[in-house]
């Protein structure tokens, strides 16, 4: 069974500094990983996704990932936080043959002026 | 890009009464859909995966009978709760998925509904 683990369950950050979101994960196989963020009362949007090719992951509004295989992470960064970048985060996983999306349990970041 | 409309945005009920929720791809066809439960602070939970003119299949624990799901046609998919009770509130997500050629991975979601049983 795949699942996925955000072991923080809030972030704090001061604006400009660079920001963290870890993820791990495990899965049989290769995995499909995304990233999502939720604003409050919203659906999910999408940010990133690692399928195949570079580790780095290069997302929307200056969101990057990297995929460590041997560690099974999927860590989100940002070199320079934004108060507008404070929501929920959360991490995904699909098994490459599979069919169904599991969701870590969310991180809550929260970027202070 | 794909996007995925949901309606109601927010919905408030009486106890007992049922409630349906419309997820629509706007612009792509959604061989597969999907809906999701979430509760306050908690991470989202899928309930059903439904296939367009197939039944669709509930995750362990869900109940079919109180959450039917009908997918009719390619950009529509419907959730009704079926005699809804306070312990059903909760923020309803739905995603689709596009067909075509195979690996197919990615999955767009709906803006969710708001759910109140009063």
């Known amino acids: 069974a795949q699942s996925v683990a955000q072991p923080e369950d809030q972030v704090n950050v001061a604006e400009g500094n660079p920001l963290t979101v870890k993820c791990t994960y495990s899965v049989s196989g290769n995995p499909y990983l995304f990233w999502y963020v939720q604003y409050p009362n919203r659906g999910l949007q999408f940010l990133l996704k690692?399928?195949?090719?570079?580790?780095l992951v290069k997302g929307s509004y200056g969101f990057e990932a990297e995929f460590n295989k041997s560690q099974t992470s999927f860590h989100l960064k940002k070199p320079s936080a934004l108060v507008s970048d404070s929501a929920l985060y959360f991490c995904a996983v699909r098994e490459r043959a599979g069919n169904m999306l599991t969701f870590g349990g969310g991180t809550r970041l929260m970027v202070k002026p | 890009g794909a996007v995925v409309s949901q309606h109601p945005s927010w919905v408030i009920c009486k106890s007992g009464t049922s409630v349906k929720i419309e997820c629509r791809s706007l612009?792509?066809?959604?061989?597969?859909m999907f809906w999701y439960r979430q509760f306050p602070k908690q991470s989202l939970m899928l309930m059903a995966t439904s296939n367009e003119g197939s039944k669709a299949t509930y995750e362990q624990g869900v109940e079919k009978d109180k959450f039917l799901i009908n997918h009719a046609s390619l950009t529509l998919s419907t959730l009704t709760v079926t005699s809804a009770h306070p312990e059903d509130s909760s923020f309803y997500i739905c995603?689709?998925?596009?067909?075509?050629?195979?690996?197919?991975?990615?999955?767009?979601f709906g803006p969710g509904t708001r759910l109140t049983v009063t």
């Open positions: 690692y399928i195949t090719g570079d580790n």
């Open positions: 612009d792509f066809q959604a061989t597969t």
């Open positions: 995603s689709a998925r596009e067909g075509g050629q195979l690996p197919v991975y990615e999955q767009y």
